[in-house]
Structure formats: C-alpha cells, structure tokens
C-alpha cells in the first residue's frame, strides 16, 4: 500500500517485455489509449474528463458487449492512486453494477499515493467495498499491464478473474521494503512475476505475453463471463471424440484435446499453472458459455488433492454466481494418499469444491468418461450433489473404487485360503463378479446415471440438457477462495 | 497465454522430479538425450494407472537415477538436466 511505483513504465519493464512489445507493434501505455485498445474500435466513450486524475474511466462495446472499464495512468506518479483516482474507480465499478454490465481494470499502480495519507487510504478501502457490492452481480476482469503494488494488487485479486502480462507485477509489499525489513534481496519479476502467480501463489489465471495479448483474452473472457452467446445451435456429431481416449484403459492422457472435441473453440484456460490435475476452462458448447472442470489424467493421475479442490471450488462459485453453467469431465482415480496431503487439509479444502457444486443453482451436467471412484466421484458433482444431469461413456467405470481393489479387500480371506496355483482364477472371476454389481445399465436402473452416451454425440447430449435445465444462478458473492 | 504442462521456471541445472509416489516401469532416456518441455523421461505405475513423468524444460539428459522396479517418492528426482 506504501510504494510508488517509478513514473516510467518502461523502467521497470523487462528486456524481453521490451521485445514482445516491439514484435506485437504499438502497445500504448497512457490509460485512454489502453482503453480505446480494449473496446470495439469507435465504441470507447470516457466518463471522466482530462483533469489531471492519474485514473480514466469509460463504457463502450467488447464484441458488441457493453461494458465499463477504468484504467490508472502510469505517466502520473506511477499510476498511484488518491481520493480522487479511487472515486474514478469505484464510480466505474458501482456504474457497471448498475447497468448490469462487465467492468475490467486495468492496473499499473504502485498502490496508493503517500502524500494524501489516511485519504488515499480510504479511497482505496472505496473502491475494495463497490469491489465486493458487484462481486457476484457483474463480471470482474483485472488486466495487470505493468507494477501492481499494495492496494492496486489487492484489488486485482478481488475480482473474479486476473490477468498478467509479462511486464505486470503483483505484490503487497516492494522488493525495497521486503529487503529492508527481511534482508531478502528479491527482484520484481521474482517476487510478483508473471511465473510466480501463474504456479506458485495461483494469483493471476491467465498469464501472457504482450499487453495487446492481455487486452485480447480480457475481450474473450469479458464476453464468456457476460454469457453472450455466439451463434447458438445444438452441435453436430463430432467423431474426434472417438480417439479422445488412450487404447489402454490404465495409461494416463492430457484431457486438454478431448475438451478441445467438445467445446466449439479452445476457449480461456483459467490458472493453467497451478494445480494442473484439475483443468478449469470457460468456453462455448453450441455458442453458448459454458465453464469446464476436467481432471487431467496426464498430472497426478487426475487424482483430486487439496490445491486442484480450492482452484475447482473457486472456478464453481464464480461461474454459478455469473450464471455460467458447468460442465463437469470425470476419469478420477479418487484423492491424492499420502500424510503431505492430509497435513495440506486435503479435507479442508477439499470440503469447499463439495460445498460448491452441493450449494450451486446454475445447470451443471457430468460427464463420466472413464472412471469416477470414491469421494472424488462424489466431488466431481455426481447426482447425490445435484447435477442436472450425469451422463457416461461406454468405457467408464463408476463405483466405489476399482473392481480389483474391491474384491482384494471384499474377499481378501477367501484369496488368502485359496492355493497360489487358484488363487489369479478366483480373484479374475470375484472381478468380474464385482464389476457386473456395477455396470452402467445397473446405475442407470438406480438413477445414478441419466444415460450411456456415445463419444461423438457428447456435444449435442451435453448442449440439449442445458438447453432443457434453463437458467439459474447463485445469490452469493464470489468469494476469492 | 501460458503453457499447460510445464512446471516450475527451470535454470540451467535443472532437475526432473516425480509427481506422485510410484514403481518405475520404464525410463524413456539416457545420459546424452536432448529433450524437450512435455516430454516422457519415464513412466510410473502409481494409482493402478500408467503415469508419465514430464521433462518441466527443454534440456540434455546428464544423469539418470532410477531403474525400472525402483520404487520412488513425492519429488524425488529421476533424471538431472
């Protein structure tokens, strides 16, 4: 909250900040042409004059979306913020809520401004309050451009969804003051780079590089989280889902091009770093937005811990504060074992992605394509927990835990007293056995699963059941879990 | 936008760590192979399932540590960049 970053952004750029903003061409850094950048082309209307306020506040259209954004002006003092740069702000903020619209920040700010005291101080507690009034109302986008120091951090991290470009840099306090007060000698970049909040802290959730790119997925993710739907129709047959699955039912795969069958395009991955075997992704299912979790069998075997929980159960409650329905992909295995997990509060954590799809109210479909065990089954919205609908593919196998560990355990005294020579024969048939108790015929007849679905026809199943679920959305606020 | 798989920044001398607790099943490398970031070095039976481990960076393989049968730990190293 205390440092002023230096008046020139390029100080503090990196060499190779300074090379991607020279491949990329013009990368302006005064607010209003930043803002002019943000918003379709002609569409950027200012609603503060040019007074000598290092903030600037405009509405205009984001791919015919309307929407607010502010911007600090890093030309003046660092683009550090007083009274009269927080009232910008946070009029924007209470104006995008009013209008029922998006607002984006875009922040390069080495906090608040020293010389106004307690008054900076409390401008900046105004514009954390109008933060959490729309929390949960409107969507909240903050693009970190450049420093974000103290209080400008802080009001990224409030909001639904951080963007950092190569040059942005999130800290609370500066390398000066931690290098004071610790003796740790820390660069920027170290400290609140690019790489430390993508895996390390989790605090951006999309990382890029130029400013031009993070304005860009701003644009993308400001229309996703409005819900503005593309060109609507129930998607046809897609036959690369067909071979989304690995021959051999054991071998672990990176779900990211199996979702790329089901969606219409890639869309925005959101802390792609940070727990990386839960992917949470927004993007389009027969033009409308739709938020994704997928386990990722490629990390960890897919298996939930307590990071992938906190990162799932965040990426629930915002989009079912926004009315952003779900769709769920399952090949779970079950929780991360081990006494580092358990030590982490796997079950502290892991009780908030329950608590998140328990609590939500927007449509959420489930998709099993491989396997669903346990607790983790349970976690990865099942229909105990309300889903809208739960659908399987014809390889998935959903139960307790595998059919191998059930009966090594079911019938372990039985396998004991069985000769060495009997023993592989028994326990194949005990398996095969334990598997029909659980086929999906037999879940279906239980209502645990709404239907066994064809690879290809995934796309349409999934787009018809929301269709048919409508709409619906929390009433909480999106707490930053 | 950020890679998916990649891990931690990588220096110079960096170190390829298992994820998960696991028996070594096969080693995809030798001392002397170029890799790239994404690439299988070996592969783990852990979780009744078949789990690769990545190179987190592009590198040459300087060492490698385990044999298959090996059982190994959370962040023990199997290869040396």
Redesign the interface.
């Known amino acids: 909250m205390s440092l002023e970053a230096p008046a020139s952004p390029e100080a503090t750029a990196s060499p190779d900040a300074t090379a991607s903003r020279e491949a990329t061409g013009v990368a302006p850094t005064d607010a209003v042409h930043r803002l002019e950048l943000f918003f379709d082309p002609g569409s950027c209307e200012l609603l503060t004059p040019d007074d000598g306020v290092g903030a600037r506040a405009a509405r205009g259209l984001v791919a015919g979306t309307p929407a607010y954004a502010f911007g600090t002006e890093p030309a003046r003092r660092g683009g550090a913020v007083g009274s009269a740069e927080c009232a910008v702000i946070a009029g924007a903020i209470d104006d995008a809520c009013d209008a029922g619209a998006p607002v984006i920040g875009l922040w390069h700010s080495g906090g608040a401004r020293l010389d106004e005291g307690v008054r900076s101080l409390e401008g900046v507690g105004s514009i954390f309050s109008a933060m959490v009034r729309a929390s949960g109302r409107v969507p909240q986008i903050s693009v970190i451009l450049g420093p974000a120091a103290g209080g400008a951090a802080y009001g990224a991290a409030l909001t639904d969804v951080v963007i950092q470009a190569d040059a942005g840099r999130m800290f609370v306090t500066g390398p000066d003051v931690i290098r004071q007060v610790t003796g740790e000698v820390v660069g920027m970049r170290d400290l609140g780079g690019p790489e430390v909040h993508d895996e390390r802290s989790g605090v951006a959730h999309v990382t890029t590089g130029s400013s031009l790119e993070a304005l860009s997925v701003a644009r993308e993710l400001t229309t996703l989280l409005a819900g503005t739907p593309g060109r609507t129709a129930e998607p046809g047959p897609r036959p690369a889902l067909r071979t989304a699955l690995p021959e051999r039912a054991v071998r672990a795969y990176d779900v990211g091009p199996l979702l790329d069958g089901l969606l219409d395009d890639p869309g925005v991955e959101l802390q792609p770093g940070r727990a990386p075997n839960l992917v949470t992704r927004l993007g389009r299912l027969g033009g409308r937005p739709v938020g994704v979790v997928a386990n990722n069998p490629i990390r960890l075997g897919g298996c939930l811990n307590a990071a992938a929980s906190e990162k799932g159960a965040r990426f629930v409650r915002m989009c079912d504060a926004l009315g952003i329905p779900l769709v769920v992909v399952v090949d779970v295995p079950g929780y991360l074992p081990g006494v580092a997990e358990e030590h982490t509060g796997v079950l502290r954590h892991g009780a908030k992605l329950l608590h998140a799809f328990a609590g939500a109210r927007v449509p959420r479909v489930t998709l099993v394509t491989r396997k669903a065990f346990g607790g983790a089954y349970l976690a990865m919205n099942a229909r105990s927990m309300g889903a809208t609908a739960v659908y399987a593919w014809p390889t998935a196998e959903v139960a307790v835990m595998g059919a191998e560990a059930a009966v090594d355990i079911l019938h372990r005294r039985k396998l004991a007293a069985a000769t060495d020579e009997d023993r592989p024969g028994l326990r194949a048939g005990l398996v095969a056995e334990q598997r029909d108790t659980g086929t999906l015929e037999r879940l279906a007849a239980h209502g645990v699963l709404d239907g066994v679905i064809e690879p290809e026809e995934t796309p349409a199943v999934l787009f018809r059941a929301l269709e048919q679920a409508g709409g619906g959305r929390s009433d909480q606020r999106n707490i930053p879990l | 936008?950020?890679?998916?798989?990649?891990?931690?920044?990588q220096t110079a001398a960096a170190v390829v760590r298992s994820?998960?607790?696991g028996t070594v099943l096969t080693v995809a490398v030798a001392p002397g192979d170029r890799v790239d970031a994404g690439d299988e070095v070996c592969l783990l039976e852990?979780?009744?399932?078949?789990?690769?481990v990545?190179a987190p960076a592009a590198g040459t393989v300087t060492r490698v540590l385990v044999r298959p049968g090996d059982a190994v730990a959370?962040g023990a190293v199997v290869v040396q960049l």
């Open positions: 936008m950020s890679t998916t798989n990649g891990s931690g920044p994820e998960l607790p852990s979780m009744k399932m078949e789990i690769p990545l959370t």
